[in-house]
């Protein structure tokens, strides 16, 4: 994760260029793979985004994100409860390291839901992304 980071940030600093886009007009997001990058680039960025949407993903390097923390973009963080891929308890985990940090996040466990992505989570996800985007 770490050793991608640099070739990570500097696509989203490239995209906001190409778009002449401030991070602050920036959403984030990610599902499975893409979700497990997506919440631990959001918090090291140098600049907040408007926010960072995962769907079934995990938080592989919270040991570390109290000293690597550089931004506080706020999170809303999506899982099946029934995912067989990478199980819920994941995403329940980011929450909680990202509360300890003063991260702002959203979690949602959705009943029913395997390593997938529904109209339940979509609503959510788009709800949170009008949102933040409001705001800034």
């Known amino acids: 994760m770490r050793a991608n980071e640099p070739a990570i940030n500097g696509f989203i600093d490239g995209l906001l260029d190409q778009y002449g886009l401030t991070p602050a007009r920036c959403i984030l997001l ?6 497990i990058t997506s919440i631990h680039t959001g918090p090291r960025r140098d600049t907040p985004l408007a926010g960072v ?11 570390t994100l109290g000293d690597e923390l550089k931004s506080r973009s706020p999170f809303v963080l999506i899982h099946g409860a029934e995912d ?4 819920a308890s994941g995403t329940e985990e980011a929450g909680r390291r990202f509360d300890e940090v003063g991260v702002p996040v959203e979690v949602h466990i959705l009943p029913g839901l395997g ?9 959510i996800a788009t709800e949170f992304m009008k949102r933040v985007l409001t705001a800034s």
Do not use: C, E, N, Y
Not at 30 to 35: D, K, V
């Open 53 to 63: 949407v995962g769907f079934s993903g995990a938080m592989f390097t919270g040991d």
């Open 84 to 87: 067989q891929v990478l199980p």
């Open 115 to 123: 390593h997938t992505i529904d109209k339940r989570g979509l609503d």
């Open 30 to 35: 990610g599902f499975s793979q893409g979700a």
